[in-house]
């Protein structure tokens, strides 16, 4: 059954806790996303991989981080630098190229 | 910088009306433009891609139509469902020397009252 899963679905942050959301995908896809959707707004882009050990910034990386050790895994780190992190993480991957992106059912991070 | 942009942010109907959803984008220079289903609390479904050299495209119920020149796109759904009842998010896809991008408009939420 292919497709993308994101853990948890629900998580909850300490103040000053770095916390990691999990993404995996068996489509073979080479491209992983991931987004961040505040309530009411549109998607907008954290970190972007194109290739395993490559990836790139997107319009609001800051207090984030992520790695790209493996084609099927871009976990995404929260890190305590993020100082409203309250949102919804989406997760996609693509095959290379302007290609629809795959999406993963999502995680919502809350702040204790 | 491109920015996208969709009007109504929301939309109720009584079962059956047609849908119109509004998306504009500022930079015509786009490759393609997506419009994507989103359930609460879920991930993102594609609905349709319309390539920027097509005017429209089809599935079952829903229509897409694209003016690249004037930055517009339009969803049609057909003889609306409560199951319709979702945000429907527009994207325009991007080559840039910089990096590829995907830029999403802020959804409209539908709401379809039997």
């Known amino acids: 059954d292919g497709g993308i899963t994101q853990s948890p679905k629900y998580l909850f942050r300490k103040e000053g806790q770095n916390v990691t959301l999990s993404c995996e995908q068996n489509l073979n896809h080479d491209a992983m996303y991931w987004y961040r959707q505040d309530p009411g707004q549109g998607l907008r882009l954290i970190y972007y991989?194109?290739?395993?050990?490559?990836?790139q910034k997107g319009d609001i990386a800051e207090g984030y981080s992520v790695s790209r050790e493996k084609k099927e895994s871009f976990p995404l780190t929260v890190t305590s630098a993020q100082k409203n992190p309250t949102a919804f993480y989406l997760c996609a991957s693509s095959p290379q190229g302007p290609r629809t992106q795959y999406f993963g059912p999502g995680t919502r991070l809350l702040v204790l | 910088k491109q920015e996208v942009t969709q009007i109504p942010a929301a939309l109720s109907v009584p079962e059956g009306e047609n849908l119109v959803l509004n998306c504009s984008f500022t930079?015509?220079?786009?490759?393609?433009l997506q419009w994507f289903r989103q359930d609460p609390g879920k991930g993102l479904t594609s609905l349709l891609l319309i390539q920027s050299s097509q005017r429209e495209q089809t599935s079952g119920r829903l229509n897409a139509s694209l003016d690249k020149s004037s930055g517009r796109s339009t969803l049609y759904i057909a003889a609306s469902q409560p199951g319709d009842s979702a945000t429907y998010l527009c994207a325009v896809y991007e080559i840039k020397a910089a990096g590829n991008k995907l830029t999403f408009g802020g959804g409209t939420r539908v709401l379809v009252k039997p």
């Open positions: 991989s194109q290739i395993v050990n490559d990836f």
């Open positions: 930079d015509s220079a786009i490759y393609n």
